[in-house]
């Protein structure tokens, strides 16, 4: 095991550092910086911009400036970021923790909701509920997340149910614990409830298929020729037989609920790394969006390697060829 751990660990660590390369390649490379807008001001000396340039190491070789980066990536600050003038680390932080309670909170109720969905309508394959089921992961598909997320919006906004942005009340400092969480729930309602609705129809698809695969094998009916009592059969047997697949797709799915939060959180003004992410890139301030760049891929990968670990424990093939190496 410590074997497959070690091996899946340095290909995590060789894909952030091939992504933080073409990361600030890529910026660093595209047209303009911050201080374009500086030279076009009257006010502003062109020493001063120089100045500036230089304080930012702008002027320095693509290398050196990668080589400063890396070094100041090992001392816990990813750069400095120019509109803030503070280290980007703490400033990313404080959002990267809004956006994982919004996308673990997310990735739990959609695989929580799709997977007695999925086991449901494999058991009844051809019937009415599981033709309802097709018919509403199949309009939930053609829906786009940015429609579905201004749709929620209106929906907030006509009935005043729910908060229409931010993450907590104004007056948030003052309420008891218990008002709090009801106040952080109510401003999670939204976001989440637009991820999962965006997330379920792919998880419930692919629940359905792989279970449905399963009660067609021979061990499946055999087992139910001894009497086995169906619950017992769907969630003890049938469920950990289709658990390969369903696992990869774990992985997968982590990611895709993270990159469709980025969006979510600016439609609904969500203060995670999404909103700060675009403010950054439309200021071109450099070392803020690599750093986001090299936190979500932190969090993909993460995801990927935890869905790795539990392919390990549930394939017994997967641990003898490891073993085998």
Known sequence: MMRYFLRRLGHAFLLIFGVSILAFLFTTLAPGNYFDEMRLNPQIAPETVAALRAQYQLDRPLVVRYASWVNSLIHGEMGFSFAYNSPVAPL????????????????VLA??????????SAERVGRLPDRLISW????????PDLALALGLLVLAVRTGWFPTGGMASVDFEDFSLLHKLRDLALHLA???????????????????AAVAEVLGAPFMLAAQGHGIPRRTLLYRYALPAAANPLISLFGFSIGA???GSLLIEVVMSWPGLGPFLLE????RDLYVVIGG????????????????????????????KSGAR
């Open 293 to 320: 760049v090299l936190f979500s891929t932190v969090f993909l990968v993460t995801g990927n390697f935890l869905a790795d670990m539990l392919l390990y424990w549930a394939d017994p093939r997967i641990r003898t």
């Open 92 to 107: 990313l932080l404080v959002r990267a923790r809004n956006t994982l309670l919004l996308t673990v909170t997310a990735t």
């Open 136 to 143: 509403g992961t199949a309009a939930l598909l053609v829906i």
């Open 111 to 120: 695989w929580g909701i799709a997977l007695p969905a999925g086991v449901w």
């Open 190 to 208: 939204l976001p989440i409830l637009a991820l999962v609705l965006s997330a379920l129809p792919l998880l419930v698809r692919h629940v359905r």
């Open 280 to 283: 950054a890139i439309l200021s």
């Open 257 to 259: 609920l993270l990159s």
